[in-house]
T-cell receptor, first 113, second 111 residues
Framework: DVKVTQSSRYLVKRTGEKVFLECVQDMDHENMFWYRQDPGLGLRLIYFSYDVKMKEKGDIPEGYSVSREKKERFSLILESASTNQTSMYLC????????????FGDGTRLSIL | GQNIDQPTEMTATEGAIVQINCTYQTSGFNGLFWYQQHAGEAPTFLSYNVLDGLEEKGRFSSFLSRSKGYSYLLLKELQMKDSASYLCAVRDLDSNYQLIWGAGTKLIIKP
């Protein structure tokens, strides 16, 4: 079974802090994704990566950056956390082939005070 | 523009059948996924449709009509554990093949 592991289930940070969310997958997937999920809205893509050291902006990249130094690890960085970044953050990975599903981690519920 | 529509909430009875609809408008369709998400948990993959027709997987089936921009997820012999949100997502050619997600349908199963 595919395992996608996010470093924290719950995280509380203060406005202005730099926040790191880590994600690791164990199935040698090429693609990795960061989403945020808010009530009443669909999953919104922040950034994705097709390969090591490669990144592409999603629909809502403002205020975020990412790092993929190794194939199995994809990190999301909130450069200067703000209260409107309070959300559930979901990491996912998939094989590159068309039709392959994305496999999700359990999510990190991040609160910015 | 791109848009995915699903009902916000549905209620059904244990043992019954329920159909959850999803309509979409995208510039370039390249497949539709259904996911299940229990409260506080990760979404898990249920089905994938890229051609018209019905795909059956045990108690769950998914249907696609590309000409109508329409899909449904059919759940039979409902069990209490089927209480969850069901997410529809469309792979869009014009969004660099990324998934466009609906807001999800919360399904409540009553005894």
């Amino acid at each position: 079974d595919v395992k996608v592991t996010q470093s924290s289930r719950y995280l509380v940070k203060r406005t202005g802090e730099k926040v790191f969310l880590e994600c690791v997958q164990d199935m040698d997937h090429e693609n990795m994704f960061w989403y945020r999920q808010d009530p009443g809205l669909g999953l919104r893509l922040i950034y994705f990566s097709y390969d090591v050291k490669m990144k592409e902006k999603g629909d809502i990249p403002e205020g975020y950056s990412v790092s993929r130094e190794k194939k199995e690890r994809f990190s999301l960085i909130l450069e200067s956390a703000s209260t409107n970044q309070t959300s559930m953050y979901l990491c996912a990975s998939s094989l590159e082939s068309v039709g392959q599903p994305q496999h999700f981690g359990d999510g990190t519920r991040l609160s910015i005070l | 523009g791109q848009n995915i529509d699903q009902p916000t909430e549905m209620t059904a009875t244990e043992g019954a059948i329920v159909q959850i609809n999803c309509t979409y408008q995208t510039s370039g369709f390249n497949g539709l996924f259904w996911y299940q998400q229990h409260a506080g948990e990760a979404p898990t993959f249920l089905s994938y449709n890229v051609l018209d027709g019905l795909e059956e997987k045990g108690r769950f089936s998914s249907f696609l009509s590309r000409s109508k921009g329409y899909s449904y997820l059919l759940l039979k012999e409902l069990q209490m554990k089927d209480s969850a949100s069901y997410l529809c997502a469309v792979r869009d050619l014009d969004s660099n093949y990324q998934l466009i997600w609906g807001a999800g349908t919360k399904l409540i199963i009553k005894p």
